[in-house]
């Protein structure tokens, strides 16, 4: 599990690769990857949009910039926790994805919170992502 904390929201990652959905012949690998967000802070926020960075083996960065996750913009209230499942498919064997949130509060104050960088390999070749 990769896990951080920006303005009290803490944000987990638990990736893992999907052997059955993946086929080494077509370089086509798939990982699904399950997020906690948490709001530890004492104001509510709501989660509006996604940015992510996602590097395959060969250093090739694709950008997905979006709204909400899983067709959703979850509330937080102080306290509560949002938890969804993706996933995304790679023409490498590893790769790294790392990205934010952007958050807004009930008086409309944006800002952004991260998500903490996570490996995306298969067993054997797992590494840390710092």
């Known amino acids: 599990m990769y896990q951080t904390e920006t ?3 803490a944000v987990s990652v638990t990736p893992r690769f999907m052997p059955e959905r993946s086929s080494v012949e077509k ?9 906690e967000i948490t709001n530890r802070g004492e104001q509510t926020v709501q989660l509006k949009t996604r940015h992510w960075k996602i590097t395959d083996a060969f250093g090739r960065v694709q950008e997905v910039k979006g ?8 509330v937080l209230e102080p306290g509560a926790s949002y938890e969804y499942t993706s996933g995304v498919p790679l023409p490498t064997p590893s790769g ?3 990205g934010s949130y952007g958050m807004v509060t009930p008086g409309g ?3 952004d919170i991260d998500i ?3 490996s995306l390999d298969g067993p054997e070749t797992r590494r840390t992502v710092n």
Not at 27 to 35: G, N
Not at 67 to 74: D, F, I, S, W
């Open 109 to 111: 104050e944006r800002f």
């Open 96 to 98: 790294i994805m790392m």
């Open 27 to 35: 370089s086509y690998f798939f990982w699904s990857y399950t997020i």
């Open 67 to 74: 709204a909400g996750v899983v067709g959703e913009e979850p």
């Open 116 to 118: 903490p960088p996570f």
């Open 7 to 9: 303005r009290r929201i």
